[in-house]
């Protein structure tokens, strides 16, 4: 049996977004199903546009979502040699031709072609043909290469995803193979790259499809077995916008930085586009073993949600043992330069992992517990009268002499609501507006036992302070 090889080429000219990172998942999925190859090759030939820094978000991002590949990454930059064996071969029998036409003669005539209403292509001036007598070569201007594209026919094949697919010859121009500058163009160099690295199978965005049939035409000039193709549907916003064309969040490791797990990220986009009956939350190796078939995925566009991700990036980070959640948020938590008590850190993670969507959040929190936040002076002034102030007052001079833990300070809060009459919520809100600037919480013992104690002391302090300059600043 042939053994399956995919591959994911992304070109490192701007960010790893959702989009290719799913399409790189499929393509590691489908590898994993039958035991194959996964390829990463990095497709920079675009030398003006691809930088270093996106190279390493690709291998970064792929790293970090444990899509680990077997061979590469291969850079299409190191490969010219062999890119040009090829396209020697291509020249010498009658495949390929050098092109001298300017950029300005191109445009002229397409802009002719335009104006007649017909699809704008090159005119083939510079294709040699039997009996064709080829203009004379301009002195000092570099031609490009262009491949002999078929004049007739059809190109067909079955895709994965869509089903069958027929592009006509005379739809296609004869494509620059290599470039005035000597670089050869993305179209052979992936089809060459495909056949070198033995391709079963190739799974890419739907934006590739008019790029298909040039490829295929290059690999049946070379009389070499084609890979099977698949085009994924694009992913897309709410407004329907393509999500790589977003300024926004569009790099995969913005979801690293805003604490989102590589469990809950994978289970969004494999699910994105593809299902397995009512199936909505499985791990990695179970989707592997159920990605068998191509055709199960979406013909249309996938709409991506964020409130989606975080609903199952909320169920990842429930299912997290406390310990390793604080390793995960431990460099967040430590940029901060608080000291924090571990033991105390892990009470804090079990009692808030379940309220949080991120990492993020979670560390937000903790910190919190350490470090005050601003205080949301107008909300507080909603809850607290003169009569919650007192008992404020009142929690200062209680709290600095009780033993400090959940059952005691219960008993020390109840005692205070008895005295001024009040009820639990009356004093609970301000507590937990002036401790962790949140209106909902769990008890508010709990969320006091936790506190050091000096720490709860020194808000209510400076929260009735700066309650009583306000005031005092409205009189004046």
Not at 86 to 102: F, K, R, V
Not at 325 to 344: C, F, M, S, V
Not at 373 to 396: F, N, S
Request: aromatic share 12%.
């Amino acid at each position: 049996m042939t053994i399956v090889r995919t591959r994911f080429a992304p070109s490192p000219t701007g960010n790893l977004h959702i989009g290719g990172i799913r399409t790189a998942l499929f393509s590691w999925a489908y590898a994993r199903h039958f035991n194959g190859i996964f390829i990463l090759r990095i497709e920079d030939t675009d030398i003006n546009r691809s930088t270093l820094s996106a190279t390493q978000t690709i291998i970064d991002g792929m790293k970090w979502l444990g899509l680990n590949y077997d061979e590469g990454p291969f850079y299409q930059t190191k490969r010219i040699n062999r890119y040009f064996e090829i396209i020697n071969y291509l020249l010498s029998n009658d495949y390929a031709y050098y092109c001298y036409s300017s950029v300005e003669e191109i445009e002229s005539f397409r802009k002719k072609q335009r104006s007649f209403g017909e699809k704008p292509r090159y005119n083939r001036i510079w294709r040699p043909e039997p009996g064709k007598i080829l203009p004379s070569i301009p002195i000092n201007r570099k031609p490009v290469i262009r491949f002999k594209n078929p004049l007739y026919g059809n190109i067909t094949w079955n895709d994965l995803i869509k089903g069958k697919i027929t592009i006509s010859n005379k739809e296609l121009d004869d494509l620059v193979i290599v470039r005035a500058d000597g670089i050869p163009t993305y179209n052979f160099c992936a089809a060459i790259d495909d056949w070198d690295m033995k391709i079963t199978h190739v799974i890419r965005g739907d934006d590739h499809i008019n790029n298909t049939p040039r490829q295929i035409n290059i690999l049946k000039a070379l009389g070499v077995t084609l890979p099977f193709y698949g085009h994924l549907p694009m992913v897309i916003d709410s407004n329907k916008v393509k999500i790589s064309k977003r300024k926004e969040a569009t790099d995969i490791m913005y979801y690293k930085k805003k604490g989102f797990l590589p469990e809950a990220i994978l289970n969004y986009l494999a699910r994105l586009g593809w299902s397995h009956g009512n199936e909505e939350i499985f791990s990695i190796k179970q989707f592997c073993y159920w990605f068998n078939d191509c055709k199960y995925l979406s013909k249309s566009p996938a709409q991506f949600n964020l409130k989606k991700l975080e609903w199952l990036n909320n169920f990842y980070i429930k299912s997290y043992d406390d310990k390793k959640l604080l390793n995960l948020i431990q460099p967040i938590i430590k940029k901060k330069n608080i000291e924090y008590n571990t033991l105390n850190v892990l009470k804090i993670i079990s009692l808030f992992k379940n309220r949080v969507n991120t990492l993020t959040e979670l560390s937000d929190i903790i910190i919190i517990f350490y470090s005050a936040p601003k205080l949301h002076i107008e909300l507080l002034k909603k809850y607290i009268t003169d009569i919650i102030k007192l008992a404020l007052m009142e929690c200062v001079l209680q709290f600095s002499n009780i033993i400090w833990e959940k059952q005691i300070l219960n008993i020390t809060l109840k005692k205070i609501l008895e005295k001024f009459k009040l009820n639990m919520p009356q004093l609970a809100m301000p507590l937990r507006i002036i401790l962790l600037n949140k209106l909902q919480t769990p008890s508010i013992d709990l969320i006091l036992s936790l506190f050091n104690r000096n720490i709860v002391l020194d808000r209510i302090k400076n929260a009735i302070k700066n309650l009583n300059n306000t005031n005092k600043n409205l009189h004046i």
